[in-house]
């Protein structure tokens, strides 16, 4: 199960609006086997595209050596999709490659809607998983 704050979904979800039309992209890493999401980091979507997200591999090699340096790991890998629901694609379940992250989708289809979703993707299964979103600093 994901259990996140509130302030940090509100954070995920406020990005991947903003970033609509395009797919929005990003991380919120925690200290080293805690499992517990706790900075939030937003990142650009390199491809800057409605389809496909890609980290910029300069920014991603920045963000992960910052983590590397506070002893953190990417606990959430996040990214949107604008136009189908919040399902891992063929792309992105190739593309996973932090068994222990959470992958959370936000489908941005419907802008009155939030659909916000987590996954567990080891060696190409995707499991669905519950989300608890708790109030700030609970």
């Given at each position: 199960?994901?259990?996140?704050?509130?302030?940090?979904?509100?954070?995920?979800?406020?990005?991947?609006?903003?970033?609509?039309?395009?797919?929005?992209?990003?991380?919120?890493?925690?200290?080293?086997?805690?499992?517990?999401?706790?900075?939030?980091?937003?990142?650009?979507?390199?491809?800057?595209?409605?389809?496909?997200?890609?980290?910029?591999?300069?920014?991603?090699?920045?963000?992960?050596?910052?983590?590397?340096?506070?002893?953190?790991?990417?606990?959430?890998?996040?990214?949107?999709?604008?136009?189908t629901e919040a399902y891992p694609s063929r792309t992105d379940i190739s593309y996973a490659s932090e068994p222990n992250?959470?992958?959370?989708?936000?489908?941005?289809?419907?802008?009155?809607?939030?659909?916000?979703?987590?996954?567990?993707?080891?060696?190409?299964?995707?499991?669905?998983?519950?989300?608890?979103?708790?109030?700030?600093?609970?």
């Open positions: 199960m994901l259990r996140i704050d509130r302030a940090i979904y509100d954070l995920i979800v406020a990005h991947a609006r903003r970033d609509h039309p395009d797919e929005a992209c990003g991380i919120v890493a925690g200290p080293e086997g805690s499992d517990r999401p706790e900075r939030f980091v937003e990142m650009a979507n390199a491809e800057r595209s409605p389809t496909f997200y890609r980290f910029d591999s300069i920014e991603q090699l920045k963000v992960w050596r910052d983590m590397d340096d506070r002893d953190e790991e990417p606990v959430v890998i996040y990214h949107s999709h604008t136009a992250a959470h992958y959370v989708l936000v489908s941005t289809r419907e802008p009155d809607t939030v659909e916000f979703r987590s996954y567990r993707i080891i060696d190409g299964e995707v499991t669905e998983e519950p989300v608890e979103v708790a109030a700030a600093g609970a």
